[in-house]
T-cell receptor, first 111, second 111 residues
Framework: SQTIHQWPATLVQPVGSPLSLECTVEGTSNPNLYWYRQAAGRGLQLLFYSVGIGQISSEVPQNLSASRPQDRQFILSSKKLLLSDSGFYLC??????????FGPGTRLTVL | TQLLEQSPQFLSIQEGENLTVYCNSSSVFSSLQWYRQEPGEGPVLLVTVVTGGEVKKLKRLTFQFGDARKDSSLHITAAQPGDTGLYLCAGDQGGSEKLVFGKGTKLTVNP
């Protein structure tokens, strides 16, 4: 069976500090991978998605970036965090685009 | 403009009551998914509907896809406190690697 991991689970960072969130998937190969941000327990905002190693599509211009160094690893980064980067970050994988399976999420607070 | 509109945004009911939540759009979707998310966790896929007019049942939950594949509904019979959560619908417009998410319906079932 497939499992998706995210870490850390929670993170408190000062404004201007760097960020690295990691997501890994087990039990599958060549998945599509996604990063979402969710504010205030509401809808999901797609940030980045990847259909293969080194292939990243950005949905929202901002100070975040994503990388996929390995088939089942997806990393979300920032060089300098803003207050507005606070939120709940979710990683998801899929085979078929239309059914996505989410990780447990990372709660990021920028102070 | 929100492509998928979910209503109501908030719903608070007593245990044992029935309820219906809606997911509407002016666009056609190849498929629609429903997810449930509990606080602090990632969304969990409940069902995918792909055929216009399709009805799927998952225990006390009944999902319907509109004939024109522009809308969907979720009906819960005899709601229980364990049904509490954020219900998200998501659509696949075909030919895209992405899903479009609604903002969700936050359901609270009081004992």
């Amino acid at each position: 069976s497939q499992t998706i991991h995210q870490w850390p689970a929670t993170l408190v960072q000062p404004v201007g500090s760097p960020l690295s969130l990691e997501c890994t998937v087990e039990g599958t190969s060549n998945p599509n991978l996604y990063w979402y941000r969710q504010a205030a327990g509401r809808g999901l905002q797609l940030l980045f998605y990847s259909v293969g190693i080194g292939q990243i599509s950005s949905e929202v211009p901002q100070n975040l970036s994503a990388s996929r160094p390995q088939d089942r690893q997806f990393i979300l980064s920032s060089k300098k965090l803003l207050l507005s980067d606070s939120g709940f970050y979710l990683c998801a994988w899929s085979w078929t685009y239309n059914e996505q399976f989410f990780g447990p999420g990372t709660r990021l607070t920028v102070l | 403009t929100q492509l998928l509109e979910q209503s109501p945004q908030f719903l608070s009911i007593q245990e044992g009551e029935n309820l219906t939540v809606y997911c509407n759009s002016s666009s056609v979707f190849s498929s629609l998914q429903w997810y449930r998310q509990e606080p602090g966790e990632g969304p969990v896929l409940l069902v995918t509907v792909v055929t216009g007019g399709e009805v799927k049942k998952l225990k006390r939950l009944t999902f319907q896809f509109g004939d024109a594949r522009k809308d969907s509904s979720l009906h819960i019979t005899a709601a229980q406190p364990g049904d509490t959560g954020l219900y998200l619908c998501a659509g696949d417009q075909g030919g895209s690697e992405k899903l479009v998410f609604g903002k969700g319906t936050k359901l609270t079932v009081n004992p």
